[in-house]
């Protein structure tokens, strides 16, 4: 049922290229694709797992860099620049959750928010290889057989297919007999152990894999925006995946992806100016922490709940 | 380049003081940890707002800086009262995503509140000190930094009296050692973490406040300052005050020395290499925690 009504969405999604030669309405499409990836990514870690990160910004960042870097440094093709992106966060993940998720969870959020700020800084001051705050503008369009693609609606297939097959991937992930590992670490760790489960493995395999996904989001992303400058670690979108997460209903995978199509056409709607957008940003960021804890999801889960307590009676 | 002796010390004294006004803000993270056992991100726009304050009551002042330090103080005193009622009185102490969430919307939007009335244009303070300093031989250090060591300073030792020989400080101990036991010899836990919450924020009112005469004044001076806070609070152990001084002072230290000889982007690193390193050889942190030890 709920696998049909994806299927349908995704069906309806790949479509908007024929409704509309729009570039404006097509770029919030390609926007909306990627950062319901990165938000399903940030919802595997925190959501899933219970691990808060903000490192998600960082791989989000190195991503980017590492995408383009690829093609216009070392001249390799889009494509491998995304695979690297991935694999890249993956080992950073690795090295920096390893020491960190030996720590309890307030260390790590703590640690990992410092790593995003650390790569803010490395992306502006190494210049030799980022560039500095001028960034890596002209980025190349990706093509493939010959295609390029180079206009916004032929780059609106990529970043459809792109997110597709990792929405595919982590709910393949989520729903598996790991996703529901996961939730159990969540919930109760001692008594994963006492099941005989060794958390650490799960903890960093969820780690890596989301900064692998978040990462290669990342990467596309920039061939989106067409230049990666320090400007991509703008913690405008650690915030917006945390509120498609919040909003959304953290460690439900269908709430989040819901919540990330429609908030990311929310930016757009709250055009006024950039600060006042942020304070808007912020406000319904402690709104949603106070009223709805849990999201969306978890407010339907509760009425549904409740509906069935009154059933019994 | 030479070194000479001179321009190791002058780095040493600089670090000094870079690394006890870490110290304020790492002090003031650990004290509402220890009590409330939350995470305080709009602890760096704390210090921000003390900066700005400063820098509009100077003008006020007629540049006179300890009236206008005062008064930036309390200002930041009665915002974090504000806060405390408004916010983080909703917040209960096993809550720690949900702290971490609701403070990061407050920076948020008093970062953005701040840019859109005062533009992000970087502010340079002047104060009756102007640019003059001490000079020790070849040594120079300006007023406007030796003063913000000597208040910090005065700062740790009042609040080292203050938790160490008033009932208001013993409180706050109490309930950082055992929540349940001090909530049944009658303490309450509202009062105190409301204290802590306000001393807290004086404290960081009280460094961007010594900070903004040092260092150009932006919406953005707190998330970078706080950011290093953090790792202090993580290497000294969290909750741990006496910890969080000694790491701040000593991250002072290695910054300037590391600025002194390599590239800016090596220092900004600093903090987060040590952080990683400290984590692997010791994850609760360099100083171990029990309860909130002031001494």
């Known amino acids: 049922m709920k696998l049909a009504a994806a299927l349908v969405a995704a069906l309806a999604f790949a479509a908007l290229p024929f409704l509309t030669s729009s570039n404006y309405i097509l770029g919030i499409g390609v926007s909306a694709l990627i ?216 460690g439900s995978f269908w709430g989040v992806v819901a919540s990330g199509v429609a908030l990311s056409a929310l930016p757009e709607v709250l055009r006024f100016s950039p600060d006042f957008r942020m304070v808007i940003y912020g406000v319904i960021l402690v709104a949603a922490m106070f009223v709805m804890p849990s999201g969306i999801a978890g407010w339907l889960r509760e009425r549904q709940v409740a509906r069935l307590r009154e059933a019994l009676q | 380049m030479t070194v000479t002796g001179t321009y190791l010390l002058q780095l040493t004294l600089n670090g000094i003081t870079l690394g006890l006004l870490y110290a304020l803000i790492a002090v003031g993270l650990s004290l509402i940890f220890g009590v409330m056992e939350i995470i305080n991100f709009a602890h760096g726009e704390f210090l921000m707002l003390g900066a700005f304050a400063m820098a509009f009551a100077l003008p006020v002042m007629g540049l006179l800086y300890w009236p206008a330090l005062g008064i930036s103080i309390v200002a930041i005193m009665l915002f974090g009262l504000v806060v405390y009622e408004l916010l983080l009185s909703r917040l209960r102490p096993d809550e720690f995503e949900r702290s971490i969430l609701v403070t990061l919307g407050l920076s948020i939007i008093v970062i953005h509140l701040v840019q859109y009335f005062f533009t992000a244009n970087p502010r340079l303070v002047d104060t009756q000190f102007g640019f003059e300093g001490v000079e020790i031989g070849a040594i120079r250090i300006t007023w406007t930094r030796v003063v913000a060591a000597g208040v910090a300073v005065a700062a740790f030792a009042g609040l080292y009296v203050v938790l160490r020989h008033t009932q208001f400080g013993r409180a706050m101990r109490a309930i950082a050692q055992n929540r349940e036991a001090a909530l049944m010899i009658g303490i309450r836990p509202r009062t105190v973490a409301r204290n802590a919450v306000v001393l807290a924020a004086g404290l960081c009112g009280l460094a961007g406040a010594a900070i903004s005469p040092i260092q150009l004044v932006t919406p953005y001076m707190g998330q970078f300052l706080i950011f290093k806070a953090f790792a202090l609070v993580i290497i000294g152990g969290l909750g741990n005050i006496p910890g969080a001084i000694v790491a701040a002072v000593a991250l002072g230290l290695i910054e300037s020395w590391i600025g002194g000889f390599f590239t800016i982007a090596w220092q900004e690193a600093a903090a987060f290499v040590i952080m990683i390193l400290v984590l692997f050889v010791r994850p609760e942190g360099l100083f171990k925690r029990g309860g909130m030890r002031v001494g």
């Open chain 1, 35 to 250: 950062f319901t990836v990165a938000a399903a990514a940030l919802n595997l870690i925190y959501g899933y797992t219970g691990l808060l990160s903000f490192a998600q910004l960082g791989f989000w960042g190195i991503g980017g860099y590492a995408s383009a870097l690829t093609v216009v440094t070392f001249g390799g093709t889009f494509w491998m620049g995304v695979l690297y992106a991935a694999l890249i966060n993956a080992a950073v993940a690795l090295v920096v959750g390893y020491p960190t998720l030996r720590t309890n969870r307030h260390a790590f959020v703590i640690v990992t928010l410092t790593f995003a700020l650390l790569v803010t800084l490395i992306a502006r001051d190494w210049v030799e290889l980022t560039r500095g705050p001028m960034g890596i503008p002209n980025l190349p369009a990706p093509s493939a057989f010959g295609h390029r693609f180079a206009n916004t609606s032929d780059f609106y297939w990529i970043a459809w297919a792109f997110s597709v097959a990792m929405l595919a991937l982590l709910y393949a992930l989520c729903s598996s007999r790991i996703g529901r590992t996961l939730i159990a670490i969540k919930q109760n760790e001692p008594l994963v152990r006492a099941q005989g489960i060794s958390p650490m493995p799960y903890k960093l395999a969820s780690f890596a894999i989301s900064a692998a996904i978040t990462g290669a989001a990342g990467g596309v992303f920039v061939f989106h925006l067409g230049i990666v400058d320090p400007l991509i670690l703008d913690f405008y979108y650690m915030q917006t995946f945390l509120i498609i997460v919040i909003i959304g209903g953290a």
